[in-house]
């Protein structure tokens, strides 16, 4: 993308809708991303920072008269400046607190869409970080009514549960003009957000208006650093900035700007799901749609649902993903077809295995194995459709080779050579030659004892005409070359039977390993989700603690004794949402199995039924020996 493109808008209704546009370039992002977004009070810089991120002058649209600029959210996707293989998404927010604006509820559902779909969320203010800036931050009151994690327990306050998916949070301070100095000494810029985030002791009013958003910040955003950027230039030349040659600003000015940008591109994550499961291009997509739609409806966006909704629409498209990496190789497979079985399966088992492996990176939460289950059976179908059409290959070639190995016999019935005293001998003789070069041409051939058993069967009619026309033979004579043919043709029954069998055990083999690879990938997949779930709950226990630490030291035993509370209660649920998991797992592994037994006593059965059919037809033969 050479330049932004407005994302989310208002409509003409006023209600907030994604842009078409916007998600066709997410939709083409197969690559996972960090999704940087700037929010803040309009005319404070934020596009012209954006811009830096995206490493150009210019891009996102600055204001330079009093009116706010930006409108909805714009976004740009840029390759990521030091992340290979991810790319870089840029959210520019419009700025909030214009109170021409009609709609007071607008920037609060700005700000939450900002906090729900960035990675690293940069909070832009100017001047100081005093209580007004603070105040000015008063959505992030707000979030806990703005967003769900949980779509049950609809009353139920979850924002304890907010730190495992939130953004990291970057104060950037413009224009500052003061000295980072607390009490005489120096400090960090860090260190001067978290003075400037203390809460006071006390319970009176004021006191508890002063201390909420900053126990908000606290709580929602544990991950949290602060950027001060002095003035950049003159006044006057303000509003030219956008267009200015960067020897014109301030050196220092470019330097923290540079050092911002750096730090932004190294520290900041790829956007993940509740879950864990890693944010692509076109996965944002998807998740702002939904975001949108459920704010434009009236209700309150919901991280659970959201995975449940991103989790349906990858998981589809990860069935198809998966069958469209093994029909493809199977197709080109095909085009060699007549081939023998076991390179056909061999291929199957290798290319299943590879679609069973797209399917894995792109899908997640298959909570009941129901898309893996689905793209197994799309693949066996496919499987048993390519091994139809090897067969016919393999049947018409075999017919062929038949065809003109027999020619030479045709030529000589139809010319009447058969019809004379010990032909019956020479046609038999000719078509034991034919057996055998056939034998030999055609002993790869899936189908090859089962059209010589039919090109035999038909032959016989030949042969038994001829036989009885021979006027060498005695009636005797007769009567045991005829049993002796039946015979010949039953053994060829038997050995078309046999191969058949052969098949079907080699296909059972097949799937025997197959299953035991889809088994393995299954279990490596659950196995990196269970370990991303374990990492996002030590996570969140960690900055609980570390909070309740500080609030500790700080002597607020009562919050620090709460947040122990929550603590307890966030430990509580991580247990129980492991053990859920991994009882989900076996159950998922348990059906996997069972349907696979199934399936190999179905194959079993038609084994039995092949063998006992055999068995016949082997009894049948012996017992036309006897009476011979
Ligand atoms: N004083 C000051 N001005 C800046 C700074 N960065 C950019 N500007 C200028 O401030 C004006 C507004 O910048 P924008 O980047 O459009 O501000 P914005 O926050 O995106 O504005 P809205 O989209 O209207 O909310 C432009 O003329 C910029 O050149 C800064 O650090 N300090
Ligand atoms: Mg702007």
Redesign the pocket.
């Known amino acids: 993308m050479d330049k932004p493109v407005c994302f989310i808008d208002t409509d003409s209704a006023g209600k907030l809708c994604v842009q078409q546009s916007a998600l066709q370039i997410l939709e083409q992002i197969q690559q996972p991303v960090v999704v940087v977004a700037v929010v ?1 009070l ?8 954006m811009n830096r991120l995206a490493g150009k002058q210019t891009g ?5 008269t009093i009116e ?3 409108k909805g959210i714009w976004m740009w996707c840029v390759s990521h400046p030091t992340k290979a293989g991810t790319t870089l998404v840029l959210l ?1 927010t ?2 909030l607190g214009d109170v021409d604006k009609g709609d007071p509820k607008h920037d609060t559902n700005i700000f939450s869409l900002a906090v729900l779909l960035s990675s690293t969320l940069v909070y ?1 203010s ?1 001047g100081t970080i005093d209580n007004k800036a603070v105040m000015d931050l008063q959505y992030v009151t707000e979030l806990s009514e703005c967003i769900k994690v949980k779509s049950s327990d609809e009353d139920a306050d979850d924002s304890s549960e907010f730190v495992k998916f939130f953004p990291s949070f970057i104060w950037a301070v ?2 500052f003009t003061l000295e980072l100095k607390i009490d005489g000494k120096d400090v960090t810029e860090d260190e001067y957000l978290e003075f400037a985030l203390k809460l006071k002791p006390g319970t009176s009013r004021s006191v508890m208006e002063y201390n909420f958003p900053r126990e908000c910040i606290q709580k929602f955003f544990p991950s949290r650093k602060c950027f001060t ?1 002095p ?2 230039t003159t006044p006057e030349n ?2 030219r ?2 267009s200015l040659d960067s020897a014109d600003i301030s050196s220092e000015f470019l330097k923290v700007t540079d050092h911002f940008c750096q730090f932004v591109s190294h520290d900041s994550c790829v956007k993940r799901l509740k879950d864990g499961h890693t944010v692509t291009g076109r996965v944002l997509g998807h998740l702002a749609k939904t975001y949108v739609d459920t704010i434009s409806s009236g209700a309150v966006p919901c991280l659970e649902n959201a995975v449940i909704a991103m989790a349906m629409i990858e998981n589809e498209a990860a069935v198809k993903e998966g069958l469209q990496v093994y029909q493809s190789g199977m197709e080109k497979l095909k085009g060699s077809f007549p081939l023998e079985l076991k390179d056909v399966s061999s291929k199957h088992q290798h290319l299943s295995s590879m679609a069973t492996q797209a399917f894995m990176k792109r899908s997640f939460r298959d909570t009941d194995g129901k898309y893996l289950k689905s793209l197994e059976e799309k693949i066996n179908k496919l499987f048993d459709e390519y091994l139809c059409q090897n067969k016919q290959a393999s049947k018409k070639r075999c017919e062929e080779i038949l065809s003109s190995l027999s020619a030479p016999m045709m030529e000589k019935l139809k010319k009447g050579f058969y019809a004379k005293p010990g032909a019956y001998d020479l046609f038999c003789k000719d078509l034991e030659d034919i057996g055998k070069k056939y034998n030999s041409q055609a002993k790869k051939e899936v189908k090859a004892e089962e059209v010589l058993e039919e090109f035999l069967k038909q032959k016989s009619v030949d042969s038994k005409a001829i036989l009885q026309a021979d006027k060498k033979l005695t009636e005797k004579e007769k009567k045991i070359k005829e049993e002796k043919e039946k015979a010949a043709l039953l053994e060829q029954e038997i050995r078309a039977k046999e191969e058949k069998q052969r098949q079907l055990e080699q296909k059972m083999e097949a799937e025997r390993q197959s299953n035991e690879e889809r088994m393995r990938q299954m279990k490596d997949k659950m196995d990196e989700e269970m370990k991303l779930q374990r990492e996002e709950a030590e996570r969140a226990m960690d900055s609980k603690l570390r909070e309740q630490a500080v609030l500790l030291q700080k002597g607020f035993k009562e919050k620090a004794d709460v947040m122990r509370q929550e603590t307890e209660e966030l430990k509580r649920r991580s247990a129980e949402a492991e053990t859920n998991r991994a009882r989900e797992f076996g159950a998922i592994l348990e059906n996997f199995n069972q349907r696979h037994e199934k399936f190999m006593a179905m194959m079993m059965q038609q084994h039995r039924e092949h063998m006992m059919a055999m068995q016949q037809t082997n009894a049948h033969s012996s017992d036309s020996c006897c009476t011979m």
Request: charged fraction near 25%.
């Open positions: 803040g309009y005319r404070t810089g934020k596009s012209y920072l996102f649209a600055l204001g330079s706010s600029k930006t520019d419009e700025g832009n100017r413009r224009d950027f003035f950049p303000m509003s900035l956008g």
